[in-house]
């Protein structure tokens, strides 16, 4: 199954600034998708991000807040921008791995700022 | 996808057998069911899924109802490593679609 490389594993920021997250799979996929996870709570996904054109974001979620890069096949970032406390939370991104493994997860990004 | 329900948390001793439920009353004949787990600060774990027929692999079997309505996730020899926040997840099969978390139960396997 994939293996994705997901980097920074945690960041303390000032809020006001900006955080960039990378996530990076071993193999060719067509989708990556992107989730928050708020403290104590599960997993909201943020957009999927298909190679070659506009990321999708959910509900809640907007491109100017959490702008999406996909330049490759293998390779995704998410910035959170313009951060406040409240972006405080873990980041994850997720592939699908095969018909036989479900989804592979990055190991998540814990951001916390202050 | 369908909506399921899980109880909130569970307890089970270490080398018992661990049966996590899943209700999913509203499944449809093409969804699966999947099951995942988060271990403390790590990214979700891929377990196991199924359509119709109970299936078994390395980590767990899964046991679903004729009628598909609900299922159960055994971990038949729980360990203290175990410990963690399970999800049940019910959707079609098809490629290019994220999951959907919804709380999940969280197991607590104990000396």
């Known amino acids: 199954s994939a293996v994705i490389s997901q980097k920074p594993s945690r960041d303390i920021c000032q809020r006001g600034t900006s955080l960039t997250i990378q996530c990076q799979v071993d193999s060719q996929v067509t989708m990556m998708f992107w989730y928050r996870q708020q403290p104590g709570q599960s997993l909201t996904l943020i957009a999927t991000?298909?190679?070659?054109?506009?990321?999708?974001?959910e509900s809640g979620f907007v491109i100017d807040k959490f702008p999406i890069s996909r330049p490759n096949l293998t390779f995704s970032t998410l910035t959170v921008s313009n951060m406040s406390p409240e972006d405080s939370s873990i980041y994850l991104c997720s592939v699908e791995a095969g018909a036989n493994y479900g989804y592979t997860f990055g190991s998540g990004t814990r951001l916390t700022v202050v | 996808d369908a909506k399921t329900t899980q109880p909130p948390s569970m307890d089970c001793a270490e080398g018992r057998a661990a049966n996590l439920p899943c209700n999913h009353s509203t499944i449809s004949g093409n969804e699966y069911v999947y099951w995942y787990r988060q271990i403390h600060s790590q990214g979700p774990q891929y377990i196991i899924h199924?359509?119709?027929n109970n299936e078994t692999n390395e980590m767990a079997s899964l046991i679903t109802t004729e009628d598909r309505k609900s299922s159960t996730l055994i971990l038949p020899h729980a360990t203290l490593r175990d410990t963690a926040v399970y999800y049940c997840i019910v959707r079609v099969a098809l490629s290019g679609y994220a999951l959907n978390f919804g709380k999940g139960t969280s197991l607590l396997v104990t000396p």
């Open positions: 199924g359509l119709k």
């Open positions: 991000a298909n190679q070659g054109s506009e990321a999708t974001y």
